[in-house]
Antibody, heavy 118, light 110 residues
């Protein structure tokens, strides 16, 4: 069974940092591009970042570029998102997704909530 | 980058067909055959319904189909069922090597 389980979310003050993790199982993690997508309460999906199979190619939405860093550990089948200089507008549910292609997302986790507030 | 444009809501009766549009530009929808569609029920994770404009993942009903013309992609759901009631999002690869989602469409099955 394919599983993606996010963790690391929580309440953080503006300007703070968080590191999200996404532990995967049930598929060959190292073969697939992986993505992070977020969804603010009551709002739509917003793509955040993606990373290629060996971690050497990464792309980011303009809204997070320079503040967020996506990475992966293929030995641990785990995806990460390092989030720095957090702002109130970063408040959202963060989903890990992948196992599709570089442009489409076949499998999704249940998300981890991030709240940026003082 | 602005979200792809989708209607905020559409509705239909059981058994009918509906179409949801997704309009972008030549830098995203019109420039690549990399449009995908996702279904999201309240409180749940999204589910892939269509990828690469018109391909259907295994396990997704044949009632879901996708197409594209110019800068506008479309998702058609035929033989509407009550369980189809959900939010639907399109997405496209962009010339900036990013992925862009639409604003989402709420489908109501009357």
């Amino acid at each position: 069974e394919v599983q993606l389980v996010e963790s690391g979310g929580g309440l953080i003050q503006p300007g703070g940092s968080l590191r999200l993790s996404c532990a995967t199982s049930g598929f060959t993690f190292s073969r697939f591009w992986m993505h992070w997508v977020r969804q603010a309460p009551g709002e739509g999906l917003v793509w955040v970042s993606r990373i290629n199979t060996d971690g050497r190619t990464t792309n980011y939405a303009d809204s997070v570029k320079g503040r967020f860093t996506i990475s992966r550990d293929n030995a641990k089948n785990t995806l990460y998102l390092q989030m720095n200089s957090l702002r109130a507008e970063d408040t959202a549910m963060y989903f890990c997704a992948g196992r599709g292609d570089s442009t489409w997302l076949d499998s999704w986790g249940q998300g981890t909530p991030v709240t940026v507030s003082s | 980058q602005s979200a792809l444009t989708q209607p905020a809501s559409v509705s239909g009766s059981p058994g009918q067909s509906i179409t949801i549009s997704c309009t972008g530009t030549s830098s995203d929808v019109g420039g690549f055959n990399y449009v995908s569609w996702y279904q999201q029920h309240p409180g749940k994770a999204p589910q892939l319904m269509i990828y690469d404009v018109s391909d259907r993942p295994s396990g997704v009903s044949y009632r879901f189909s996708g197409s594209k013309s110019g800068n506008t992609a479309s998702l058609t759901i035929s033989g509407l069922q009550t369980e189809d009631e959900a939010d639907y999002y399109c997405s496209s690869f962009t010339s900036s090597s990013t992925v862009l989602f639409g604003g989402g469409t709420k489908l109501t099955v009357l």
